[in-house]
């Protein structure tokens, strides 16, 4: 007679896992998606913050200059560049800056901005007959100035993006080097039997990540004058070259 089998021994199949982490990762597709759109939201929240600033600045401790400042931030951008009349991206740096900055505030012409800047210098609150007429002027001339100031704010953030990308360079010259400098660390971890620390490993990870896009966002939403964005772009690239060996000798023995 054959026995019943034991119920105890008798297990469901395995079901897939449907916790958050089981989910794949994201493919190149994905990921070029999320930078272009990490890329694109940097850019507007550095130009609504730079604006912002001027404006509050523009009442408060820059005393009716924050106008002045937003040219001379152009201005003081524009001369960096000149200092480097080539790269390795474009053959003209300055003409590459200045076209994007004029594509950046195409918008701003279409919607009729430069029109309605120049009728807001143009009126006097005090030629209005009544208190009424006077605060409708002075508040067509103070956005009028708010324009303005973030029309030459969204023209030095484009300037920012072009020197961003003329320094894509260095830090692709970073990661080869942190990379290469990684491996070699690794073999001589894996051939002495070096200790694994998936510990160091993930942090490195997660750190050249942040140190690639900090430096960038940084950049564009500095806010003040008197910053070479040379040495921005050193301090970033010795960061990410760092992290990347870190990254690359943590990496497990054995694949």
């Not at 990921?31 to 509050?56: H, N, P, Y």
């Not at 931030?73 to 053959?91: C, N, Q, T």
């Not at 690639?212 to 070479?228: C, E, I, R, V």
Request: charged fraction near 15%; charge should be positive; aromatic fraction near 12%.
């Amino acid at each position: 007679m054959i026995s019943a089998a034991n119920p105890a021994t008798q297990r469901p199949p395995p079901r897939a896992s449907t916790a958050p982490g089981a989910a794949h990762s994201r493919g190149p597709l994905g990921a070029l998606a999320g930078l272009v759109l990490g890329l694109v939201f940097a850019t507007f929240s550095s130009w609504v913050f730079g604006t912002a600033l001027m404006i509050v600045g523009d009442y408060s401790f820059w005393k009716e200059r924050g106008l002045d400042r937003a040219r001379a931030a152009v201005d003081e951008d524009l001369g960096y560049i000149r200092g480097f009349p080539r790269s390795l991206m474009v053959e003209d740096t300055v003409g590459f800056a200045a076209g994007l900055a004029e594509r950046m505030t195409r918008p701003y012409t279409w919607l009729g901005a430069p029109a309605f800047i120049a009728r807001a210098q143009a009126v006097e609150p005090d030629s209005a007959t009544n208190r009424h007429a006077r605060i409708a002027v002075q508040a067509i001339k103070e956005g009028g100035r708010w324009m303005e100031i973030s029309l030459h704010v969204a023209r030095d953030t484009a300037i920012r993006l072009a020197v961003a990308f003329y320094a894509l360079p260095a830090f692709v010259m970073a990661v080869c080097i942190g990379l290469i400098d990684g491996l070699v660390r690794r073999d001589l971890r894996k051939w002495s039997g070096g200790r694994e620390s998936s510990y160091v490993y993930h942090h490195a990870k997660r750190f050249t990540w942040w140190f690639l896009t900090a430096g960038f966002t940084a950049y564009l939403a500095w806010p003040f004058g008197g910053f070479n964005p040379a040495y921005l772009v050193l301090v970033f690239a010795l960061l990410v070259a760092a992290s990347v060996s870190t990254t690359a000798s943590t990496f497990k023995k054995y694949l």
